[in-house]
């Protein structure tokens, strides 16, 4: 079966199963019957009447006193409540507080025996610190926690307390007739002083009106110049935000513009790149396409070229081996017929000299006279005397003639026509 309780009291389940005892405040448990068993324990605050009879303070003085206490069962604390639960389990709110009371009592009377009157009766919040500090200490163990002590009463039976409080009101009494006077006196002298004071404010505030008045004046003149400026700049700042307005205005117009030519420069240049686009299409790629064609014919041409310059490298190789070889041949032919005329100049010295050039001279004189065939006009111009016409430049021909023998001569040292004249008449036949 289950079983609940409220916040105000604890609930203690003994039994089978249950040792230790399970103590739950403020909930709900679980219970076995007739095997298991549970007890309820009262969680309330409890108030208490403390009061102390004709106790004998230190000084012997019989005094009673009245005093009041907030107790109760701490729940929260699980070894007070425990405590609680050993000491008041089965006992009723009343004989709770019955013990909780006696225990009290007994500590107050204490704490009164140890005061004096006079301590008790001008110091309370002492006492009843002292009481619950002494209580408190001894009621936590039987899981009690006081939450308040406060004195309420305290009398005699001797009148003692009515004699502290005959002498303390004399003197409150004496107290108060010298103060009554000392005030009259004071009252008397502040009102002397308050009435000069008062001319002196009274001048003072007259003479602080006049003031008072002058700087208004001075204040409100400047005043009205500050307004008349701020008047003044307001209407300069008026038409400069006027301006600033138009010129923002006008600067929006020329972002608008600036926007506008920037969007038709981004579209022409939409254009440009759709054209380029176009062109590329239509013209470059087809260039390109008849580049690589003429670079791929170039190249096969190139080749063929390479090829046939290469056969005709050969050719001439060819050729250029034979010229020499039949050079070769030539050379070492004349080199022979050379050898064999140097020898016959070895023999013949200066005759075979002169017989060269003798046979020589025919070529000497076509050389000389070759220019002339490939002449087709000659215009002479004479001067009269002499020879004329042909005859005219045949004769200058020979003249060159003759003098090669004097030129050969002065080069080779060999006489021509000396060496002719030396020669058999056989011999130049």
């Known amino acids: 079966m289950f079983f609940t309780c409220g916040p105000n009291e604890a609930m203690v389940v003994s039994g089978f199963c249950r040792s230790p005892p399970v103590m739950i405040a403020g909930g709900r448990v679980f219970v076995i019957p007739c095997v298991q068993q549970i007890q309820r324990i009262s969680l309330n605050t409890l108030t208490l009447n403390v009061k ?36 008041f389990l089965g006992k009723t709110e009343a004989e709770i507080a019955q013990i909780a009371l006696e225990t009290l009592e007994g500590h107050q009377r204490a704490i009164m025996a140890h005061m004096t009157v006079e301590e008790i009766y001008k110091d309370r919040q002492k006492f009843s610190e002292q009481v619950f500090k002494v209580a408190s200490s001894d009621l936590v163990n039987m899981g009690i926690s006081v939450v ?40 008397g002298i502040k009102e002397a002083k308050a009435k000069q004071e008062k001319l002196s404010a009274q001048y003072l505030s007259e003479i602080e009106m006049a003031k008072a008045q002058r700087d208004y004046e001075l204040k409100k003149a400047t005043y009205d110049i ?22 923002k205005i006008e600067e929006q117009k020329m972002q608008v513009l600036v926007v506008e030519r920037a969007q038709q420069i981004q579209i022409q240049e939409q254009e440009i790149i759709r054209k380029e686009r176009e062109l590329e299409s239509k013209v470059k790629k087809p260039a390109e396409a008849e580049r690589f064609r003429l670079e791929k014919l170039a190249e096969a041409e190139r080749s063929q070229l390479i090829m046939q310059a290469e056969a005709e490298a050969e050719s001439v190789k060819v050729k250029g081996e034979a010229r ?20 016959a100049f070895r023999q013949y010295q200066d005759a075979a000299m002169v017989d060269m050039l003798l046979e020589k001279i025919p070529e000497m004189a076509e050389e000389i006279s070759k220019p002339l065939t490939s002449v087709n006009k000659i215009k002479i111009v004479s001067s009269g005397s002499g020879d004329m016409g042909a005859t005219k430049i045949t004769g200058e021909v020979l003249e060159i003639m003759n003098k090669l023998p004097d030129t050969v001569e002065k080069l080779t040292g060999v006489s021509i026509s000396q060496q002719i004249n030396q020669k058999k008449p056989g011999r130049m036949n």
């Open 148 to 187: 308040s002590y406060t004195l309420k009463d305290i009398h005699d039976d001797q009148d003692y307390l009515h004699s502290l409080g005959k002498a303390r009101t004399a003197q409150v009494q004496k107290d108060a007739r010298i103060g009554e006077a000392e005030a009259k006196r004071d009252a």
């Open 324 to 343: 020499a070889y039949a050079i070769e041949a030539k050379a070492q032919a004349e080199a022979e017929q050379m050898a064999k005329k140097a020898e």
């Open 52 to 87: 102390s009879e004709k106790v004998y303070t230190r000084h012997g003085v019989p005094i009673s006193v009245t005093g009041i206490a907030q107790v109760k069962i701490q729940g929260q604390n699980k070894e007070m409540l425990s405590a609680a639960c050993q000491m």
């Open 226 to 247: 500050e307004v008349n400026t701020r008047k003044a700049e307001s209407d300069l700042a008026y038409q400069l935000q006027v301006a600033k307005t138009k010129q």
